[in-house]
């Protein structure tokens, strides 16, 4: 039996792209396509509906917000591999095997798609999500020994595992955790480079001051809590940990 997979694409005024990102994903592998639609003012919902995918509405706006929704979705149909997957064909679809082969192979419970510099487009990732990723990545490994190199949207995960992650995260905080998560639940976790070029339509997040500085900081804000919450929970569980001068060595 062939796992079944569902490639949530969470969308906001991406009608120029939309039908070329579900054109472009591999006939056969994926079982389902579903379309959120955050609340847009053009014509992405009725245009992913033409492509082929299901569409559902999501009014409050916010990539987490999409994102949930998808997993309600998802909570129905029960898919064995969910695959993140944004909308503005940045990404490549077309690689969505590179995600998925090591869990269908059982080397891995989940897989991010790392945007390398030799397969980037010139251009498509602008120098301040270049370094506050690298920055994100740093911190992860400094705090909590896993080593990531983007906090790339394309991704892929065992829909189970998912699930026990309980994600909450509603804006700009939902992939890194995400990846955090998924380290503290003891998951296998795999890195494959994947292309990126320059998304088609208008720049929302990295392109804008504004989006910038709300996305670092949300991305900043959830790294400061969950290492204060995963070091009150060491803490917690043994006493002695990080109090000087009290750790007993056999
Ligand atoms: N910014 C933003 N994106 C959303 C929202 N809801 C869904 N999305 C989708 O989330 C994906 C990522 O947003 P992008 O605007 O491409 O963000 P980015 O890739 O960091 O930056 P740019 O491509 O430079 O704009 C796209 O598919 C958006 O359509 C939302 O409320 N705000
Ligand atoms: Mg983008």
């Given at each position: 039996m062939s796992a079944r997979i569902l490639v949530i694409i969470p969308a906001f005024n991406e009608a120029r792209a939309i039908n070329r990102v579900i054109g472009d994903?591999?006939?056969?592998?994926?079982?389902e396509v579903l379309v959120v639609?955050?609340?847009?003012?053009?014509?992405t919902a009725a245009n992913a509906r033409q492509a082929g995918a299901t569409v559902v509405d999501e009014s409050r706006r916010g990539y987490g917000s999409a994102c949930l929704r998808g997993l309600e979705h998802a909570a129905k149909v029960d898919p064995d591999i969910v695959v993140f997957l944004d909308g503005?064909?940045?990404?490549?679809?077309?690689?969505?095997a590179l995600l998925v082969n090591p869990i269908l192979q059982g080397d891995a419970d989940f897989v991010v798609g790392s945007r390398t510099r030799e397969l980037r487009?010139?251009?498509?990732?602008l120098p301040q999500a270049v370094v506050g990723n690298r920055i994100a990545c740093w911190c992860m490994r400094w705090l909590w020994k896993v080593r990531y190199t983007d906090l790339g949207p394309f991704r892929a995960i065992r829909f189970k595992d998912l699930t026990r992650l309980q994600m909450q995260d509603k804006t700009f905080g939902w992939t890194i955790e995400m990846q955090i998560k998924a380290q503290l639940a003891g998951l296998r976790i795999a890195e494959v480079p994947v292309s990126y070029r320059r998304r088609t339509g208008v720049s929302k997040i990295t392109g804008t001051v504004t989006g910038t500085v709300k996305a670092s900081a949300k991305i900043l804000w959830t790294l400061l809590r969950f290492a204060v919450l995963t070091h009150m929970l060491v803490r917690s569980f043994n006493?002695?940990?990080?109090?000087?001068?009290?750790t007993t060595h056999c």
């Amino acid at each position: 039996m062939s796992a079944r997979i569902l490639v949530i694409i969470p969308a906001f005024n991406e009608a120029r792209a939309i039908n070329r990102v579900i054109g472009d994903i591999p006939r056969g592998l994926a079982s389902e396509v579903l379309v959120v639609n955050n609340a847009s003012t053009d014509t992405t919902a009725a245009n992913a509906r033409q492509a082929g995918a299901t569409v559902v509405d999501e009014s409050r706006r916010g990539y987490g917000s999409a994102c949930l929704r998808g997993l309600e979705h998802a909570a129905k149909v029960d898919p064995d591999i969910v695959v993140f997957l944004d909308g503005d064909y940045s990404d490549h679809p077309d690689e969505m095997a590179l995600l998925v082969n090591p869990i269908l192979q059982g080397d891995a419970d989940f897989v991010v798609g790392s945007r390398t510099r030799e397969l980037r487009e010139p251009g498509a990732m602008l120098p301040q999500a270049v370094v506050g990723n690298r920055i994100a990545c740093w911190c992860m490994r400094w705090l909590w020994k896993v080593r990531y190199t983007d906090l790339g949207p394309f991704r892929a995960i065992r829909f189970k595992d998912l699930t026990r992650l309980q994600m909450q995260d509603k804006t700009f905080g939902w992939t890194i955790e995400m990846q955090i998560k998924a380290q503290l639940a003891g998951l296998r976790i795999a890195e494959v480079p994947v292309s990126y070029r320059r998304r088609t339509g208008v720049s929302k997040i990295t392109g804008t001051v504004t989006g910038t500085v709300k996305a670092s900081a949300k991305i900043l804000w959830t790294l400061l809590r969950f290492a204060v919450l995963t070091h009150m929970l060491v803490r917690s569980f043994n006493p002695s940990e990080g109090t000087a001068g009290r750790t007993t060595h056999c």
